[in-house]
């Protein structure tokens, strides 16, 4: 039976061969190729590898036929230029160890600047690895986050500044104060040192201290097993619709990681027309 | 026989719906993990020849229009870096030539977990409107340019992925975006753009399966667009015998793909569901193989 041949399927047939040739003469991107480290792990444990690394780590398991992971892969390595101080990438190939001339090959193409390991299986903590692109953050060898699926540049730039700092503001009012705010922020140095920074500021319509008073003193009680430098702190005023901070390095020497500081503050608080004095106890919680 | 078949044909659909998304184990796996999980049996070496998506849970066997755009992907990105090629692609093609050699689309009417899927939904309303021929074109497009060149001419490797299947395919929206998305927390938050296109495609299908039978198959489904070259050439195939036929068109008005019956029973668009046997009152259509003889004639 002689088959019709219509019209309209030719000129379908002509479009596609025209958008075929248009889609042949993309230019494939042309990355850096930059040194990176390659190593078999076929038959040894991915935890040997980053044990010891007081770093963030950031595990990405990937594999050469997914696309996605490659595109994480270019984010990864300029995320890793700026934050090599403080984190690790490793990407882990689930690919076969004989794909490890390709999985070279790709690596160079993308510009992968951080250490690749291949040969892994597609197992880890006691989890199978069933989506890809799949990626553990590992801080002090413990899994704090696990991700499914492909993010983006600004995603992992927000997920590392999280973890890289650990920042505690407190607002502390004085009761119903109604003449300064008292801010603290705690920023985590590493595992007992902490930096604690107070903010001292008067609120609409008062000034603290001043021509004529004693200066603002803040004295922080001492106690055992927490080393707090300086402990007194103090300024001569603080104007209207301005602020002062004091920075305090604290140290945990003890046994529990909570713990809480007293400290008092002495202020003369005062508006146009009238002075108060302010003596109170406030507590600041780590 | 063939009219026992007939008649049970929609449980014979229904046992292929069931036999190909058999591994139960594997979902129960992942709804009790809440974690998405592909069944990882050694059937997934097998080709299912239908549209059953890979990444449904319980899914058994390999969908051969997804595999075929993953080997596109390999083999384009080894030839990108001499590597040596992977022949399995061959396979997939081989496969697909033996099966559409021997009957055409018929698995597109049998055995299909999709073509079960628009044949159930089709029930509800039983309207079959006739679709454009300009928009049933379409489907050599999705072949074409989604399963062929796409995967093939993308040189960028960072963009080297299945087409149809990240864009356009709802049978795996269906079974497997679906049921993954609803099972696992961590994959809904990598839900993006092309997740709403997808969803966008399934719906514009689910409505159209109340409207027009089998209208997937019949502007889309690349699996049954290949097969339809074949149904010219096939070893078994479909015959109307002219000097019994009344020309009553009760075949054309039964055919789920709107196909002129009585002048080209053989079209690349029947799916060989054997309704117009049914239905004709003169016997008129029965099944042959090439060599002109009558098989499992009544």
């Known amino acids: 039976m002689k088959e019709k041949i219509n019209k309209q399927p030719r000129k379908l047939f002509y479009i596609i061969i025209i958008i075929t040739l248009f889609l042949s003469c993309t230019k494939d991107a042309q990355l850096q190729s930059t040194n990176f480290e390659l190593h078999d792990y076929t038959n040894k444990d991915i935890q040997d590898f980053y044990k010891g690394i007081n770093k963030l780590i950031i595990l990405n398991f990937w594999a050469t036929y997914c696309s996605p992971c490659k595109i994480e892969m270019i984010d990864f390595s300029k995320l890793y230029n700026e934050y090599q101080d403080k984190v690790l990438f490793i990407g882990a190939s689930i690919d076969s160890a004989t794909n490890m001339d390709l999985i070279k090959k790709i690596c160079n193409k993308l510009g992968v600047n951080y250490p690749i390991v291949y040969g892994v299986e597609s197992y880890f903590n006691n989890t199978e690895i069933t989506t890809l692109p799949k990626t553990f953050i590992i801080k002090n060898n413990k899994i704090i986050e696990e991700i499914d699926g492909k993010r983006d540049y600004n995603f992992y730039k927000n997920t590392i500044n999280k973890y890289i700092t650990d920042s505690v503001t407190k607002k502390l009012l004085l009761g119903d104060n109604k003449y300064f705010i008292i801010e603290n922020n705690i920023t985590k140095k590493d595992n007992n040192n902490y930096l604690l920074n107070i903010l001292l500021q008067p609120k609409q319509g008062y000034y603290l201290n001043g021509e004529g008073y004693p200066p603002i003193e803040i004295n922080i009680k001492e106690q055992e097993g927490i080393i707090i430098n300086p402990r007194k702190l103090s300024v001569p005023a603080v104007a209207e619709n301005q602020s002062f901070a004091w920075e305090i390095d604290v140290t945990n020497r003890k046994q529990s990681s909570n713990f809480r500081i007293e400290a008092f503050i002495k202020i003369i608080a005062c508006s146009q027309n009238q002075c108060h004095i302010i003596n109170e106890e406030f507590i600041i919680e780590f | ?298």
């Open chain 2, 1 to 298: 026989m063939l009219d026992f078949f007939i008649k049970c044909k929609n449980w014979i659909q229904l046992l292929f719906f069931l036999i190909l998304n058999s591994d139960v184990f594997a979902l129960i796996r992942s709804i009790s993990l809440k974690r998405a999980l592909i069944s990882q049996s050694p059937l997934k070496n097998i080709f299912v020849p239908g549209l059953n998506c890979y990444s449904c849970p319980s899914a058994i066997g390999s969908c051969p229009i997804g595999s075929l755009q993953f080997w596109f992907n390999d083999t384009v990105q080894r030839i990108n870096f001499s590597e040596k090629i992977d022949l399995a692609g061959f396979y997939i093609i081989g496969f697909l030539t033996l099966t559409g050699g021997i009957c055409g689309r018929l698995f597109c009417g049998w055995v299909c977990p999709f073509g079960f899927t628009q044949d159930i939904l089709n029930k509800f309303t039983r309207k079959n409107l006739p679709i454009p021929k300009i928009i049933k074109s379409f489907r050599y497009i999705s072949l074409f340019f989604f399963v062929i060149i796409l995967p093939l001419f993308i040189f960028d490797i960072t963009m080297l992925s299945p087409w149809f299947c990240k864009l356009l395919c709802p049978e795996g929206t269906l079974k497997a975006g679906i049921p993954l998305l609803l099972i696992d927390e961590n994959l809904r938050q990598a839900a993006s753009v092309i997740t709403i296109i997808k969803f966008f495609v399934l719906a514009v299908f689910l409505i159209s399966f109340f409207i027009s039978r089998r209208s997937f198959c019949k502007t889309l489904c690349p699996l049954g667009t290949i097969w339809g070259f074949f149904n010219r050439i096939s070893l078994l195939r479909l015959k109307v015998d002219k000097h019994t036929c009344t020309n009553c068109m009760l075949c054309e008005k039964k055919c789920p793909m709107n196909i002129k019956v009585t002048e080209d029973i053989n079209s690349s668009e029947c799916i060989r569901c054997a309704e117009c046997i049914k239905v004709c009152p003169s016997q008129s259509i029965s099944f042959q193989t090439i060599f002109n003889s009558e098989i499992l004639n009544v």
